[in-house]
């Protein structure tokens, strides 16, 4: 190969020969990602990131989906954990389909219930719910929201499955607004192509 | 950055005759009413394969595109410009990483998709096989490269897949940094000294055949491409959207005093449509098969990252976590 107009692809030292084919599928996990970007607001589902433990995924999350304006609180759970409901459309919610029967078995512990209110739209954290299982969770939930505008989907995390942002972790993004340079209003320049052209004249 | 999701030769016709004609019009009807197709939702195999395609040569263009700025972080000139260059280039990994989870929901595990890269068995964006020989060079990516993927993203982010135009809607917000950076960049220079500009101006003599070629070649009119219109995989054709790219650019290009290496650009007063010298699509053809400036390099970059990093992700590998496909 010539070598690179790039020095630090130089000194890579790229290899002549053939590499070490990789192996197929060493997959990480995936995680789901939840942002709050104001305080007091609610949480919603941002999207997925892959990585060995949730601690990895929450910095992975952190570096993915708060680069920019206003960040408040992330929440990550491994995509295995959540409990996914059948989706329903136009005016009929899933409620109506969520059965009041549940299993018996487990102790009293919080889950976390996402919706989604809106097709073509993302989940949004909704509240939690003490039951004994996933199945539960939702009887409760049914109970407190059936009632409201239609829902077509939920999910359910149990709370002990999720990492939160805890209090200390929070300074992270005290420096986000300080970050103009990654902002489009930080290159203003209508001012110097006006006296470029003056000049131009 | 990206262009072409649809410059590539076409896929061997997998029809549409075996599918359920009910579910079929199901599918169609949803689109046609302007609802977002969803991960669960029943989809035409066509459908899948040519989403999966086209979002996974959109996000590995993204890891590739970085390597020609990237290349120009350590050499930036100020402590500004490195600052934004590293923020844009982490952008566009980023990007990278949104795209692959959103192809990951059609079923195809990122993992995959990346071998297929280092192999070389997917594509990405062709103008990334060509070198940025000067800073200027990374001017013109930031500015104009940028440009033209935001005119292919902005299309693409009204298509009927819901995860991808929910990534689009975030890289497009990114995108507008980009965009004024770049344009920022090319200010400076042009509105400099005569070596500056002189420097500005060779950047774009060397970019504009590629820049040309970025949108791909005249769609032909087919079964094939009609279907993906219908179902808002593919939002305009190649030639429209490199007309709306001069429309755009052009302009602005001249306001700063620079030439186009075309004698005949022009827009037609009458039809509002560009003309031009049409690229050489030999030469496309050549270097997206593998004959171009940097091909071998950029995928040697590639591979090498991966086997050297690879003790890493092995001894991060924990049998506690589990492959899934994302939910949305
Ligand atoms: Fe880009
Ligand atoms: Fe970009
Ligand atoms: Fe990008």
Redesign the pocket.
Known sequence: MNKSLDPRVNRLDLPQGELTPKVPLDQFGTFEVFVQLKEGKGYRHEGSVHAPNIDMAFLFAKEQFSRRLMCAGIFVAETRNVFVTGFTEDKDSIYNHISDDFPEDGEIENYEVFHLNKRGKQHEHIGSVPSKNHQHALAQAKGEFIDGPPVFNIWVIKTADILFTEEEDMIMWNTLHEKKFRDASDYKAADKIKAFKERQQ | ??GGGNTFEPMKATGIENEDPVLLAEFEARIERGEKIEPHDWMPQLYRKQLIRMIEQHAH??II?ALPEGTWITRAPGFKRKLALMAKVQD?VG?AQLLYSAAETLGKPREQMLDDLVTGKSKYSNIFNYPAFTWADSCFISWL??AG?IVNQLANARGSYGPYCRALERICAE?SF?LKYGHHCVIHLATGTEKQREMMQAAINRWWPPMMHFFGPPDKASVHSEILMRWKVKMSSNDDQRNQFLDMYVPKIWELGFTIPDENLKKNTVTGKWEYTEPDWAEFKRVINGDGPCNAERLAVRRTAEERGRWVRKALLTPKTEYVTPLA
């Open positions: 950055m990206y263009s993204e595109g566009e990007h490269v940028d993927a995108e980009h």
